[in-house]
Structure formats: C-alpha cells, structure tokens
C-alpha cells in the first residue's frame, strides 16, 4: 500500500516536482507542509508512517522519540547530508532513515565555479556599479584561472565534477580525501594530505560531509597554513568552516575571497523572504560588509535537473522500502 508521509519544510517548487514524480510512478498519500519540523511540530506527523525532511529540519533524539510514538517508522530525507539526523536514536526507535546520496554533482560543482569566476572577476560588483551608471574599473581587476593551483577537499561525486571543470581551465588541481579517489587520480589530480594542500593552493574549495571530524575543519590553523589572499569556497556544510577565525582572516587580508553557499547558522535565514526584518546575526550581517564575499543562499542544488532527481529518488526509496522493507540509499548508525 502507498505510505502516508508528512513532506516538511515545503516549498512550492518541492510540491511541484515531487508532485509530478508521485504521479508518474508511485502514488503516495503526500501531505505538504510549510513548517520545518522540530520539538514543537512534530505533532503534526502524528499518523503518518513517513516523513519527508531537508537539511533545517530538526530530526534529534526528542524528535525521533515523538516519531515513533505517533507512528511513524521512516524518515525520508530528500538531500543527501545527514548531520541534522540521530542515526542512533532512530535505530533505538526502530526507525528508518533514507537520503538522496546524488541527486546532481553538475548542479553544486557548477555553482561552486560560478562563486570563484564572480569572486575573482568581481561580477556581483561591477553588475551593481553598471546598474547606478558607473563604469570605471578600479577594484574589479581578477587574475586569470588557468596555471593556478585549486585544492579540492572531499574528492566525492561533487569533487571529481569540480576536478573536471578547474582541469579545463588549464588549472592545477590536488585533491584532499581521506579514501583517495582513483578517478581523479585517473584526471590528473594529485592526492596530497591536507597540509600540503593548504599550502599549495590558491583557491579552496570545500565538497566534504559535515561529521565530528570536518567540524571547523577550517579554523584559524588552517588558515595560517593558506597561502596570502587564497580565494576560499564552501557549498558542502556550513560548519565545516569556523565563521569567526575566517571573519579574522578576511580582516587581516589573509583570506582574499570567500564564496559561501552555506553557513554554520543558515537554520534562521536560509530558505525565506527576510527582506523587511531586521537582521538579528550579527555574525552573518558582519560577513556582508566585506567587498570580497560573495553569499548565496544555499542555492547550489537548485536546478530542474537537480529538483527532479531528488523527487524520484525520495520516492523511490520509500516505494522500496514499501515494496522490500529495505532501501539501498538506507542510513544505518
């Protein structure tokens, strides 16, 4: 039978396409909601054997706990991080857990290039100057690409993409993962350690997961260890870089560029319309006064190509789990 699932966090272009995919090929009794799902709403997945969450949603031990108290025996993710997950507390509740380990590398690789072609060009702030009639080139000036050197932390699916594009550039390209990837090896990226990587490179770019071990792994050591003015882009986790030692190092002028798609505290801004409020981080709010930082708002995923694969993928996995009682995209603690 088709499982009833609370789709949290719902935005109209999640309705549309996992509404397109249910009807083409798994009919689930889908209920979107706009609210994320946390403490205090998850009373609402009360009878519903699924939920379907993203990367804000709150999916801990209390959570879990409620879940499973009111039903629910699947926690569908439709991305493919999972640091927002108790994967031990839903095994103690018999729960459940799936994601969409690749939806689109293309998307995120592409969009991480766009953030260094606009960094280094500096797109966003000659568009802005033409916009108000000024056409002078003074603070615009970039370097070109091609005999650089980018090092690429977490040589995944994302990873080798963004390998095969800096490698078209005519760039140098080393790679940092700790289970080396021979097929960027076969490209002709060089597996270095970390150290050397952050020594050598003069754009960082950050495609790893967000675990105990990547927590702030750019700190104020890594940092010091980056060569003067090292261009650095992150649109894996926003916790993988330590907000307050890169605000220091782009004071200091250390850090030259800084290209964020994420960000460690994005629970409270990414995702809706704040433009007539008050910003209340005032971290966040001091990253925006810097010229040479470029944010967007966790937008990397966002292609047709992308959306349409997360749906069928998450349906998918919960029409196998109906279907076999097991998922291969299944999470296990």
Do not use: W
């Not at 459940?96 to 995120?108: D, E, G, M, N, Q």
């Amino acid at each position: 039978m088709p499982m009833k699932v609370a789709v949290f966090s719902t935005k109209p272009y999640d309705q549309q396409f996992l509404e397109l995919a249910n009807r083409e090929a798994h009919g689930h009794d889908l209920v979107f909601l706009e609210t994320r799902l946390n403490g205090t709403t998850v009373s609402l997945a009360k009878g519903f054997e699924a939920v379907c969450v993203f990367v804000n949603d709150q999916v801990d031990a209390t959570v879990l706990k409620a879940l499973a108290e009111g039903g629910t025996r699947v926690v569908a993710l439709r991305c493919a991080g999972f640091n927002n997950v108790d994967l031990k507390a839903a095994k103690a509740n018999n729960i459940k857990v799936v994601r969409v380990p690749a939806y689109s590398p293309h998307a995120v690789a592409e969009h991480s290039v766009a953030l260094m072609l606009s960094l280094n060009r500096q797109i966003h702030r000659a568009h802005n100057r033409i916009r108000e009639g000024n056409f002078a080139l003074e603070g615009l000036l970039g370097f070109d690409l091609h005999g650089r050197t980018v090092g690429i932390i977490g040589t995944g699916q994302i990873g080798f993409e963004v390998a095969r594009i800096m490698l078209g550039f005519g760039c140098q390209v080393l790679g940092y993962d700790p289970h080396p990837s021979s097929a960027c090896e076969q490209l002709g990226v060089r597996n270095v350690g970390l150290d050397e990587l952050l020594a050598q490179a003069d754009i960082i770019t950050l495609h790893c997961p967000l675990t105990p071990d990547t927590h702030h792994l750019i700190n104020a050591q890594a940092i010091r260890q980056t060569k003067p003015g090292v261009m650095l882009i992150n649109t894996s986790r926003g916790a993988i870089i330590d907000t307050s030692a890169v605000i220091e190092g782009l004071k200091s002028g250390h850090i030259g560029y800084l290209g964020l798609d994420v960000y460690e505290e994005e629970g409270d801004l990414f995702f809706e319309d704040l433009s007539n409020l008050v910003l209340q981080d005032d971290v966040f709010a001091r990253l925006l006064t810097f010229p040479n930082v470029l944010i967007t708002g966790h937008q990397a995923f966002f292609t047709r190509n992308a959306l349409q694969s997360i749906a069928q993928i998450t349906l998918g996995n919960l029409t196998e789990l109906e279907q076999k009682g097991q998922c291969g995209n299944q999470l296990t603690a």
